[in-house]
C-alpha cells in the first residue's frame, strides 16, 4: 500500500492520463480484432452448413427440393429437442448439486411452505405413521372427577320456609331461645 502511494507520487497526471489513453485504445483494438474474428467464424460456418440457393426451373425439381429441405428442417429440430434435453437434465443435476452444497455446508433455505387443509386424525396419522391408530376422542384421556356433596351444603326443606320464621320479632325470639 505504501508502495503505491509513493509511486502515484512520482508520476505526474500527464503521465498518468497518456498511460491509461494508450491502455484504452488497446483494449478497443483487442474489441474490433475479437468482433472480426467472429464474423469471420460467423461466415466460414454459414458457407460449411448453408450451401448456395439456386431455384429450379421445373415442378419436379421443386418439389425434390422442398422433401430435402423438410428432411434438413426434421434433422435440426430432433437435434434441437436432444440440446433441450440435455439443458434440462444439466440444469436438473446443477440444482441437485447445489442442494447437496447447502447440505455440508449445514445452513438450509427454507421452503415455502403451502397451507393445507387436513383433519385432526389425518394430521396425527401422518405423523405416526400408518401402523398406529389414531382416534381424536380427547375426552377419553381425561380423569373422571366425582363431585361429592357434602352434608352441610344439602338443602333441608323449603328455605323460603326457614326465612320467613327468621324474619320479624318472632323469628328473633325464636333464635334467642334456641341458642339459650
Same mark, same amino acid.
Given at each position: 500500500?505504501?508502495?503505491?502511494?509513493?509511486?502515484?507520487? %512520482?508520476?505526474?497526471?500527464?503521465?498518468?492520463?497518456?498511460?491509461?489513453?494508450?491502455?484504452?485504445?488497446?483494449?478497443?483494438?483487442?474489441?474490433?480484432?475479437?468482433?472480426?474474428?467472429?464474423?469471420?467464424?460467423?461466415?466460414?460456418?454459414?458457407?460449411?452448413?448453408?450451401?448456395?440457393?439456386?431455384?429450379?426451373?421445373?415442378?419436379?425439381?421443386?418439389?425434390?427440393?422442398?422433401?430435402?429441405?423438410?428432411?434438413?428442417?426434421?434433422?435440426?429440430?430432433?437435434?434441437?429437442?436432444?440440446?433441450?434435453?440435455?439443458?434440462?437434465?444439466?440444469? %436438473?443435476?446443477?440444482?441437485?448439486?447445489?442442494?447437496?452444497?447447502?447440505?455440508? %455446508?449445514?445452513?438450509?433455505?427454507?421452503?415455502?411452505? %403451502?397451507?393445507?387443509?387436513?383433519?385432526?386424525?389425518?394430521?396425527?396419522?401422518?405423523?405416526?405413521?400408518?401402523?398406529?391408530?389414531?382416534?381424536?376422542?380427547?375426552?377419553?384421556?381425561?380423569?373422571?372427577?366425582?363431585?361429592?356433596?357434602?352434608?352441610?351444603?344439602?338443602?333441608?326443606?323449603?328455605?323460603?320456609?326457614?326465612?320467613?320464621d327468621k324474619a320479624g320479632m318472632d323469628g328473633r325470639k325464636k333464635m334467642f331461645?334456641?341458642?339459650?
Open positions: 500500500m505504501m508502495r503505491l502511494h509513493h509511486f502515484r507520487k %512520482k508520476m505526474s497526471s500527464g503521465r498518468r492520463n497518456q498511460l491509461k489513453t494508450l491502455l484504452l485504445q488497446i483494449g478497443v483494438a483487442m474489441l474490433e480484432e475479437e468482433a472480426r474474428e467472429a464474423e469471420q467464424q460467423k461466415m466460414k460456418h454459414m458457407e460449411e452448413n448453408c450451401p448456395g440457393f439456386f431455384l429450379p426451373g421445373c415442378m419436379q425439381e421443386l418439389q425434390d427440393l422442398c422433401r430435402k429441405l423438410h428432411k434438413q428442417i426434421d434433422l435440426v429440430d430432433e437435434e434441437r429437442y436432444d440440446m433441450e434435453a440435455k439443458v434440462t437434465k444439466s440444469n %436438473k443435476e446443477i440444482d441437485d448439486l447445489k442442494l447437496k452444497v447447502q447440505d455440508l %455446508k449445514g445452513k438450509f433455505k427454507k421452503p415455502a411452505l %403451502k397451507r393445507v387443509r387436513m383433519s385432526a386424525d389425518a394430521m396425527l396419522a401422518a405423523l405416526l405413521g400408518s401402523k398406529h391408530k389414531v382416534s381424536m376422542d380427547l375426552r377419553a384421556n381425561l380423569k373422571q372427577v366425582k363431585k361429592e356433596v357434602k352434608d352441610e351444603e344439602k338443602p333441608t326443606g323449603d328455605w323460603r320456609k326457614s326465612i320467613e331461645e334456641a341458642e339459650a
